[in-house]
C-alpha cells in the first residue's frame, strides 16, 4: 500500500515557476514507476510526466515537453515535478501517481494516486 501526498502547487503568472512534490508512504516506494496526471476544468484527466523506479526513463506529454522536468528521490520517498514557462493552459489539479511497470501515459497503469494540489496560472 501507497499513500501519495503532494504539495507545491498555488498560483503564479504566465511565465513563472513551481515544483510540486509528491512524499509517498510506505518502504516499496522504490519499486514504483511514478506519474503526474493533471486534471483542468470540465476536462479529462491528462498524461503529464512519468518515471521509472530507478529514474532511468523519463517521459513527457508533448505539451510539456522541454518546460517540465519530472525526478524522483528514492531515499526521500520523493518525487518532483519541476515546471517553468508556466502557461495559463497549465491551469489543472494535478495529481501524483504510483504504480509497477517503468511508467507509462496510460492512467489506468497506475494504482495508487493522491488528492492532487491546484496550479494556477494567471495571463
Known amino acids: 500500500q501507497v499513500q501519495l501526498v503532494e504539495s507545491g502547487g498555488g498560483l503564479v503568472q504566465a511565465g513563472g515557476s513551481l515544483r510540486l512534490s509528491c512524499a509517498a508512504s510506505g518502504r516499496t516506494f522504490s519499486r514504483y514507476a511514478m506519474g503526474w496526471f493533471r486534471q483542468a476544468p470540465g476536462k479529462e484527466r491528462e498524461f503529464v510526466a512519468a518515471i521509472s523506479w530507478n529514474a532511468g526513463s523519463t517521459s513527457y506529454a508533448d505539451s510539456v515537453k522541454g518546460r517540465f522536468t519530472i525526478s524522483r528521490d528514492n531515499a526521500k520517498n520523493t518525487v518532483y515535478l519541476q515546471m517553468n514557462s508556466l502557461k495559463p493552459e497549465d491551469t489543472a489539479v494535478y495529481y501524483c501517481?504510483?504504480?509497477?511497470?517503468?511508467?507509462?501515459?496510460?492512467?489506468?497503469?497506475?494504482?495508487?494516486w493522491g488528492q492532487g494540489t491546484q496550479v494556477t496560472v494567471s495571463s
Open positions: 501517481s504510483a504504480g509497477p511497470g517503468v511508467g507509462s501515459s496510460w492512467s489506468d497503469a497506475y494504482a495508487y
